[in-house]
């Protein structure tokens, strides 16, 4: 990606560089803190990093955040860890983007641990302490949400709802004490549109967080308002679509890339942008989508997002067919996309063994769109394999995953009522991260090992205090 390396980032961080060198001097003209925080990560590690992100105004500083298990009043002497941003990641800026985005990556850090933190320079200010909560790696009931959809308008910009309509919903969402959010894509109208992206981030920063005072950390997706308006078929991130690759730091080229939370959930992140199929991008990512697959068939849980919705109006878009039977073969769970705003949930779909049918929950993919976030929301006709909607209200998922191996999902309104729901059942894993067996099966034949050797060593000492005796 541009921002990890490239001629880019060699550029951008020569004149960072010399930005700050003409920066020094002027410190007395005041302090450039943080103006949002939020959370996202930057690599397939959910149990032992996070990713904290930020914008200042002025100063294209390299970014710190200091770091603890307790909280510590956001004094920034009384961290106990500190991290210092990668400068060929961060300070970030382009053409067009107000100020400087950072990035700061947390790592080596406790599973299922509450970190409480600021971020900022000690030569520029802090933010005010935040806190968050790591995976764990053991098997553990856990809580997400969903939401796609949340930019400004259409033919009217912004439409009266609006940003209300967004909000509601991220204070809705926040309230359920959710672990992380899936984001479906949509955030804002256009794609350069600073005023919309910091009112956006703004909005996270003050909402998205929970009654314990977590921050909630976003998974997100690419959708078609944050590329260049008329779209190209193949787009190029670096220029069609660098406000959103220049404020989400993501895992691998940042397109495409998979995390894992416990070892019951993989989440598999998908670019629906990519509009021709010819194209070495989409035929890159298909097979980056099938190893991935096969990586994580042993998972409980698999669920996909990306920004489009395949089946429309029943039936499969021709160019993500390829998709679709690799979800059958793998036997995918839940497919969450939005780009539609309304909601709609199809019965389970196997469209390699059953096209046309509808087949028995288990045995198939269950199909979603959530364009409810706050976007103007609408509706249209139920199709053959419609199982609930399509409804135009503002909305947002929130899907528990329990210990013992049920997924339930509900969709939650703008008022907070729950207006279809659904569960599925699975035999609970074995509290394990795929793969984990083996690494049991090991401790399991070391500890023999060991106590066979105890056992001989005992036995050559008592032997050893016989013949003594003896003697």
């Known amino acids: ?240 679509a660098w406000n959103y690759y220049a404020r989400f730091n993501l895992p691998g080229n940042e397109r495409w890339y998979a995390l894992s939370w416990g070892p019951d959930l993989r989440i598999i992140v998908l670019d629906s942008e990519i509009l021709d199929p010819r194209s070495e991008a989409w035929r890159e990512q298909v097979v980056w989508l099938q190893s991935e697959l096969e990586a994580s068939k042993d998972y409980l849980w698999k669920v996909v997002i990306f920004h489009r919705r395949m089946v429309i109006g029943g039936t499969l878009e021709p160019r993500q067919e390829e998709w679709a039977f690799l979800f059958d073969k793998y036997r995918v769970d839940l497919v969450l996309s939005g780009h539609t705003h309304s909601y ?22 269950i199909y979603i769109i959530a364009g409810g976030w706050g976007g103007p929301v609408s509706g249209r006709p139920p199709a053959w394999c419609t199982a609930a909607g399509p409804e135009g209200r503002f909305h947002h998922l929130v899907v528990d995953v329990s210990e013992n191996g049920m997924l339930r999902l509900r969709a939650v309104d703008s008022e907070g009522d729950v207006f279809d729901e659904f569960s599925l059942q699975k035999e609970p894993s074995k509290g394990t991260t795929p793969g984990g067996s083996a690494a049991i099966v090991i401790s399991i034949v070391t500890i023999a090992i060991l106590a066979a050797g105890g056992a001989a060593f005992l036995l050559w000492k008592r032997l050893g205090r016989d013949e003594r005796s003896r003697s």
Request: with cysteine; charged share 25%.
């Open 1 to 240: 990606m541009w921002k990890k390396g490239g001629w880019v980032p060699a550029v951008l961080i020569s004149s960072v560089l010399a930005c700050a060198v003409f920066t020094l001097p002027v410190k007395a003209q005041g302090l450039d803190p943080p103006v949002y925080v939020y959370l996202t990560w930057a690599r397939d590690d959910t149990a032992h990093s996070i990713n904290v992100s930020w914008r200042t105004m002025e100063r294209g500083y390299l970014g710190e955040v200091r770091y603890d298990t307790e909280p510590r009043g956001g004094n920034p002497e009384f961290y106990r860890y500190r991290a210092v941003g990668d400068p060929a990641v961060t300070p970030v800026r382009h053409e067009g983007l107000k100020g400087y985005v950072h990035h700061v990556e947390l790592t080596g850090l406790k599973p299922d641990t509450v970190y409480y933190f600021i971020a900022g320079h000690p030569e520029h200010g802090w933010s005010g302490e935040r806190a968050f909560r790591t995976a764990p790696e053991r098997a553990k009931s856990f809580r997400f949400v969903i939401a796609g959809d949340s930019h400004s308008g259409a033919d009217v910009r912004p439409y009266p709802e609006w940003p209300e309509s967004r909000d509601n919903n991220t204070k809705l969402m926040a309230q359920q004490s959710p672990s992380f959010l899936l984001g479906l894509g949509d955030y804002v109208f256009y794609y350069d549109d600073q005023w919309e992206w910091e009112d956006w981030f703004e909005a996270l920063d003050r909402y998205l967080v929970t009654p314990e005072g977590l921050m909630v950390p976003i998974i997100p997706t690419i959708g078609n308002h944050e590329i260049v308006y008329p779209e190209p078929t193949d787009y190029s991130p670096e220029v069609d």
């Open 344 to 365: 709609e949930r199809s019965h389970p779909l196997d469209w390699t063994r059953a096209p046309g049918e509808i087949v028995q929950p288990g045995e198939g993919t």
